[in-house]
């Protein structure tokens, strides 16, 4: 989102990344910002495709992979290397992410600038360079705060969530890999959410400059208000069928395990994400909010404690505070 908004240059580095589209104050409406961010999407998933095309041409050169190919189907049968095309299913992962903040800040330039009004684009830009910093910016800040969040079954951002997601998995499946395989999207940061957001600029839905992106598919921390089922509505409103893997995590206070009643809510609330609304993945932490900062505060107390990260557990007291803090970040649900 950032480079649509600058031209393609990079506002941290100031070096130009990305293709020219336009000078974003002269946008006239949310089509024309939506027009630019795919450019700029095209531009960046093409590069990582080459990337990817040059490692597999490497690796099936010179680092063959002939113990790995014994246990990966079809490549005894085929004669072949794993990474010179012998396996059955030879598909290359793009890895996708901040989708959240980008439908979330699609929302926000919609809504104060184009439709309410509030600000122009110019206004929006400076206000963006400055990092939303300084009280003459409190005003803009609370409009941004005031537009629907992604998060909260609100068709009104997450339309933007589900065309983005669309633009993202049409772009993916142009393109093929030296095993003769496909290029699949996926959604799966795997931590990557915090270091990108490093180097990621502030951003139209409030995010702040050096601040995490959103964890994959889940909403902004602290964003999705209206309970774990409109959490499950918004996320299902994308095509996971197209997509190799998801990642939605969710924190649950322990009262969802009291007694078996609840346990029955909780699986209720699995199956209907997954059956009824035809997602594909969904994890848990279950465990307070209160117990994780006691954890970081004494992690004597707590060497045994496992939590679920991303795509993997490990032991809380062993994590980098970052990632502490993203996981006490999430926001904590109930069923009731």
């Known amino acids: 989102m ?3 908004l600058n031209n393609g240059v990079d506002p941290i580095t100031k070096i130009k990344v990305g293709p020219e589209t336009g000078d974003p104050r002269e946008f006239k409406n949310i089509d024309d910002v939506i027009n630019a961010f795919r450019k700029q999407l095209e531009s960046a998933i093409k590069k990582c495709v080459i990337g990817c095309n040059i490692l597999d041409k490497v690796m099936a050169e010179e680092m063959p992979h002939i113990f790995l190919s014994l246990f990966v189907s079809g490549c005894i049968e085929n004669g072949n290397d794993a990474t010179r095309g012998g396996a059955r299913y030879n598909f ?5 992410g901040g989708l959240p903040n980008v439908a979330n800040a699609l929302a926000s330039i919609n809504k104060i600038v184009f439709e309410n009004k509030e600000i122009n684009m110019n206004q929006l830009i400076n206000v963006l360079k400055s990092d939303l910093k300084g009280s003459e910016n409190e005003k803009i800040r609370g409009l941004i705060k005031a537009v629907p969040k992604y998060g909260n079954d609100d068709d009104y951002v997450d339309r933007y969530a589900k065309k983005i997601s669309d633009l993202f998995i049409t772009e993916v499946e142009k393109y093929r890999n030296p095993r003769n395989g496909v290029f699949i999207p996926a959604y799966q940061t795997l931590l990557s959410n915090i270091y990108f957001g490093w180097r990621t600029g502030t951003t139209p839905d409030g995010r702040i400059k050096g601040e995490p992106l959103a964890d994959t598919l889940s909403p902004v921390h602290g964003t999705d208000k209206s309970g774990p089922t409109a959490v499950m509505k918004t996320v299902s409103k994308i095509d996971h069928s197209k997509t190799s893997g998801t990642i939605l995590n969710m ?7 009291n ?6 809510k909780l699986a209720d609330l ?8 035809g997602a594909s993945h969904v994890q848990f932490n279950v465990i307070s909010e209160s117990t994780l ?4 505060k004494y992690p004597e107390k707590y060497r045994d404690l496992i939590v679920r990260v991303t795509g993997y557990s490990a032991y809380f007291v062993e994590l980098s505070k970052e990632v502490q803090d993203d996981i006490i970040g999430r926001t904590q649900q109930e069923i009731i």
């Not at 924190?251 to 395990?257: D, E, G, N, S």
């Not at 007694?259 to 029955?264: A, F, H, L, T």
């Open 2 to 4: 950032e480079l649509a």
């Open 92 to 96: 290359t992962r793009i890895m996708g």
């Open 251 to 257: 924190k649950f206070t322990p009262t969802v395990l």
């Open 259 to 264: 007694n078996e009643r609840d346990e029955g």
């Open 270 to 277: 699995i199956k209907s994400y997954l059956v009824d609304l």
């Open 293 to 296: 900062r006691d954890a970081q």
